[in-house]
């Protein structure tokens, strides 16, 4: 199928194409049928969105709350098979698996919170930064060091027997 173009003493010609160029100019194709555009500039029909109060009500049917890791992962595969049948766009999935992600995180801080209640202890003692700790397992890789280096320790003489000497 070649593209008819318009004769140029049709300028006006109402079986054109209404579609505008950035430009101002109007496409000198020929329209399509009944309407207003050419096939080139005819826009696909969109499908259909599906109902937003629907897919909520399939991603949030029977959870109360996303207070356990179970219940995450069921609304995460509930969110999969709505990808998986293109009744909702990947970037809202992205946010929402984002947004689970997070939930998920939280768990455990809740847990710890439920559990023990806070504990605040004023009067705690500081760090002992003093005292070396003892060693309890010497290095085994250290090299051996020589004779003249390793003495045992020997009492200070006194002031007569160096003068003797």
């Not at 101002?24 to 259909?48: N, W, Y």
Request: net charge neutral; with cysteine.
């Amino acid at each position: 199928m070649t593209p008819q173009f318009a004769k140029p003493n049709s300028i006006n010609n109402s079986a054109r194409c209404n579609f505008r160029f950035p430009n101002g100019m109007r496409c000198r194709l020929i329209g399509f049928g009944s309407q207003p555009f050419c096939p080139k500039h005819t826009q696909p029909a969109a499908p259909p969105q599906p109902d937003p109060a629907e897919i909520a009500s399939t991603l949030t049917a029977n959870l109360d709350d996303f207070t356990s890791a179970a219940q995450i992962n069921n609304f995460l595969s509930r969110l999969l098979l709505l990808l998986a049948q293109d009744k909702i766009s990947t970037r809202r999935a992205a946010v929402l698996a984002y947004i689970t992600n997070q939930l998920l995180r939280t768990l455990p801080a809740i847990a710890k919170e439920n559990d023990e209640p806070a504990q605040i202890v004023f009067d705690m003692p500081g760090p002992e930064r003093d005292r070396p700790e003892p060693e309890q397992n010497p290095p085994q890789h250290a090299a051996p060091t020589p004779d003249h280096e390793h003495r045992e320790p020997q009492e200070p003489r006194k002031y007569e027997e160096l003068g003797n000497k």
